[in-house]
DNA sequence: TTTATGTACTTTGCGATACAAGGTAATAAT
DNA sequence: ATTATTACCTTGTATCGCAAAGTACATAAA
C-alpha cells in the first residue's frame, strides 16, 4: 500500500467512472477498433490500457450495446471494428444525463 | 449476473470516481461526522450507504487527509468528528483541478 | 426492570473491474 | 529467418462499493 499517490488514484477513480460513456460516445460517432479508440482516448488525456479496454468492450457486446465486425487492415492483422446499436445509443443518452446530473451536483457541493 | 441494470452500473462508477473529492468538499466547510455527511451527500442525490463510506473516511484518515475526535451526542452515542488537515485542503485543491480537467475532455468528447 | 427505538460506528464477504504483465498472431521490412 | 509493427486476448492482483450483520450507547415505553 500507499505505493500510489492518492490524488492519482482518485484521477484513476475519476476517469473510471466515465469510460464505458466516452467509448459509446466515440462509437456513436463511427465504427472503430480498440486500438484506435485508445489512440483517441490518450489524445483526449483520458489514460487506459489494453487490459482494460479489451473486457470492457466485450462486455458492452455482450450486453447489447455494440455488434462486431472483422476487417482486413491495409497492414498487420485483421481489426475487430466495434459498432453502436440502437440499444447502445439508448444507454448513452441516459449516461449524457447521469453525467450531467452528476456535473450539477458536484458544481452545487463545491459552491456553496 | 446481469442483475443491474448497466445504466445504473455506470452511474454507481461516475459516484465511486468522486466520492473522496465530495467528502473532502465537505469536511473542508466544517467538521461533521459519518452519519451527518451520510445525509447531506444523500440529500444531494450522490446515493451511497454506511458500508462505503466509514472505511472511507478511515483510508482518508489513514493518508493524513483527516483527523478526528471523539465528541458527546446530545442523544445517543459518542460521535467520531472528522476535521480536514492542510495536506487534506491541498488534496482537494488537487481533485478540483482533475475534476475540471475531466469534465472539459468529456464536453470535447460529446460535443464534436 | 425489561424491551424497543433511534443513533452511530464497525466489520465481513462478495462481485466488479482497472491495471500490469505476458501471450498469440498476422503482415511487412530487413 | 529475424525483427518490427499492429492488433487482439488473458491471467493474476489489488482496490473498492455495497449488502448484510454486528456492536454499543441513550432514551422512551411497557
Known amino acids: 500500500m500507499e505505493v500510489m499517490n492518492n490524488v ?3 484521477k484513476t477513480q475519476m476517469r473510471r467512472g466515465v469510460l464505458e460513456y466516452c467509448i459509446l460516445s466515440i462509437l456513436s460517432k463511427k465504427d472503430s477498433y ?7 482516448l490518450k489524445d483526449a ?5 489494453e487490459g482494460t479496454i479489451y473486457p470492457l468492450l466485450i462486455r458492452q457486446k455482450n450486453q447489447g450495446l455494440l455488434t ?5 487492415s491495409p497492414q498487420g492483422p485483421p481489426r475487430k471494428y466495434y ?8 444507454a448513452l443518452a441516459e449516461m449524457d444525463s447521469a453525467w450531467q446530473e452528476l456535473v450539477e451536483t458536484i458544481r ?3 459552491e456553496k
Open 8 to 10: 492519482e488514484n482518485v
Open 34 to 40: 480498440a486500438s484506435s479508440i485508445l489512440s483517441e
Open 45 to 49: 488525456r483520458m489514460i487506459v490500457v
Open 108 to 110: 452545487l457541493l463545491r
Open 83 to 90: 459498432q453502436i446499436t440502437d440499444k447502445g445509443r439508448q
Open 68 to 72: 462486431y465486425r472483422w476487417e482486413e
